[in-house]
């Protein structure tokens, strides 16, 4: 019989989270601080919206690029919170979760050999996505001394002529860095310099403290070459819905919609009614949501002085990423170690790209009682390990 | 008062309205402030009576504990130049009373009570409250359930369905 599988298939890596979430399922009594996503429950009048819908038998597909009504509010939305305006009729695309976005956008842009400069530690979906759009990722190894945070000069290194795209996401999943204006400006004059197309995965651009986002798609030039990709998981606690969303220039967006309309058709409409809700009256839960992760920042910040663990201070998204390079393990024995002697799960950074190695992903979207427990185990664990160095 | 005291006693208001079991070195790490500048907030706020306790929420029902709460609704006549204070604290001083809170609307005073039995709560609302000069009517309603209390879902038992570790 003939091998049914693609080499690109095959050549791809198996996700370093699923190799650990498997070992972490054996085990019915962990406890964990390894989840990407909120801890609230979608708020009620979201919920309910989505309900309403279908009493009324809201059931049928919508327009492919989503329904009208969610597009004009995600085009306010966006004007509201990053400056940018884009045409709901044709600069706007709702889709299944931010990740179709993501892939979306890389099938649309890449041609076979065309380089993305991609910022590493991040998000586990960018490689594959790259790789089965026939382009060649080209990661970026961003450092803590940076706060994680991308430098031109890094930018600079990884261009090839061949680059064509710049991938990046803040607040960063997992490092939890943000980008600042200043810190855009720069790397937007690159761009525009070398003539690259931007993907801008801002999905936690609610969830930031004490800095408002900006989007590099508000800075001069960039908004004809960027295409922002968003969400309702993380600012409105709807992971489960599978809803986000692109937007970007006419001639981008519409050949993303015609790969989204062959491969998805619409984005579940129940959950299009849910995020027109969420999009008008979901202000003050999002505000809520990020009070309250702020101040669990703030105690696991503490908590991670109490016990002399370096970490930089993240201002954004809800993981902090200390360093454990000093106990002289890899992120997976460290891990796996913390898991089998403390019984909690985290994430090891190494499963966010070669560079995520020597740090662990914490998330700390979790009650204080947990965090409290887990700080406690962690405590105890890395107190064991220094034990054992002397 | 300055802003900044306002924040601090907002920021510990909003932590302990929600879980005061939150010790003083937690509330100061959560609100990035040091120790002993919530701890002087807190005593601060007792001494203001802005706090005025610390109680426990309970699900009676879940315990083998008899116990009735009833609603009630009371008209009474104000009195000159007390208002409706001197007939209220009347009323609050009897330790059956749970809570009493003075009302818009077609009625005056909402009169918390809690007994072991309905007869019990019944016999307190006829021989004790009726009897009050400046009350004219009341209207006695039992709680048959509680399905919310201060916020908290009483009823059911919602599982987290995260799953451990995700992306």
Redesign the interface.
Same mark, same amino acid.
């Given at each position: 019989m003939r091998d049914p599988l693609s080499e690109k298939v095959k050549s791809l890596k198996p996700s370093g989270i699923r190799k650990f979430f498997d070992v972490v399922s054996e085990m019915p009594d962990a406890i964990s601080l390894g989840v990407g996503e909120p801890d609230f429950d979608t708020p009620w009048h979201i919920r309910e919206e989505g309900i309403y819908s279908l009493e009324q038998g809201s059931t049928f597909y919508t327009s492919n690029a989503g329904l009208l009504e969610l597009r004009k509010e995600i085009s306010r939305y966006m004007k509201r919170k990053i400056g940018v305006e884009y045409d709901p009729k044709a600069e706007v695309l709702v889709t299944v979760g931010g990740s179709e976005a993501i892939d979306l956008a890389f099938r649309s842009m890449l041609n076979a050999g065309d380089e993305v400069a991609y910022i590493e530690p991040s998000f586990v979906s960018y490689l594959p996505c790259i790789v089965m759009a026939d382009g060649v990722p080209v990661p970026i190894p961003l450092k803590e001394e940076n706060r994680f945070r991308l430098t031109p000069e890094e930018l600079r290194a990884a261009i090839t002529p061949k680059t064509k795209l710049l991938m990046i996401s803040f607040p960063n999943n997992p490092t939890g860095a943000i980008m600042e204006r200043e810190d855009l400006e720069k790397i937007a004059e690159v761009c525009v310099e070398n003539d690259l197309y931007v993907i801008s995965d801002e999905i936690y651009m609610e969830l930031t403290y004490g800095v408002k986002h900006t989007s590099i798609a508000s800075l001069p030039g960039m908004r004809e070459r960027t295409v922002v990709i968003n969400g309702f998981s993380k600012a409105f606690a709807m992971t489960g819905w599978r809803l986000g969303y692109a937007v970007g220039p006419e001639r981008i967006i519409r050949q993303m919609i015609k790969l989204h309309q062959f491969a998805i058709m619409s984005a579940p409409t129940t959950a299009q009614y849910a995020g027109i809700e969420a999009m008008r009256h979901g202000e003050k839960d999002v505000e809520m949501m990020r009070d309250s992760y702020n101040k669990r920042r703030h105690y696991i910040m503490k908590a991670f002085q109490d016990m002399g663990l370096s970490c930089f201070e993240p201002q954004g998204a809800f993981y902090l990423f200390p360093r454990i390079s000093e106990f002289g393990m890899t992120s997976e024995e460290f891990a796996t170690r913390f898991l089998n002697e403390e019984k909690v799960a985290a994430v090891p950074g190494s499963a966010f790209g070669d560079s995520g190695e020597g740090f662990l992903r914490i998330s700390y979207a979790y009650s204080i009682e947990e965090l409290r427990e887990a700080l406690g185990r962690l405590k105890r664990f890395i107190d064991r390990l220094r034990g054992e160095q002397r | 008062m300055d802003e900044k005291k306002v924040a601090v006693q907002e920021g510990i208001l909003g %932590?302990i309205e929600k879980?005061s079991k %939150?010790s003083v070195p937690?509330i100061a790490? &959560? %609100?990035?402030r040091d120790q002993a500048e919530i701890a002087q907030a807190i005593a601060e706020m007792e001494e203001k009576r802005i706090i005025c306790g610390y109680n426990t929420l309970i699900n009676w029902e879940n315990t083998v504990h008899e116990k009735v709460t009833a609603l009630i609704e009371v008209e009474v006549t104000p009195q000159r130049g007390l208002g409706f204070d001197k007939i209220a604290e009347r009323i609050y001083q009897y330790e059956e009373v749970n809570a009493v809170y003075l009302m818009s609307g077609a009625f005056d005073l909402t009169v918390f009570i809690e007994g072991r039995t309905m007869k019990e709560v019944a016999m307190f609302v006829s021989s004790k409250l009726s009897t009050l000069d400046s009350v004219l009517r009341t209207a006695t309603h039992f709680v048959l359930k509680k399905y919310k209390d201060h916020g908290i879902v009483m009823v059911g038992q919602k599982k987290?369905e995260? &799953?451990?570790?995700?992306?």
């Open positions: - | %932590l879980n %939150l937690e790490a &959560m %609100l990035d987290s995260r &799953m451990k570790v995700t992306p």
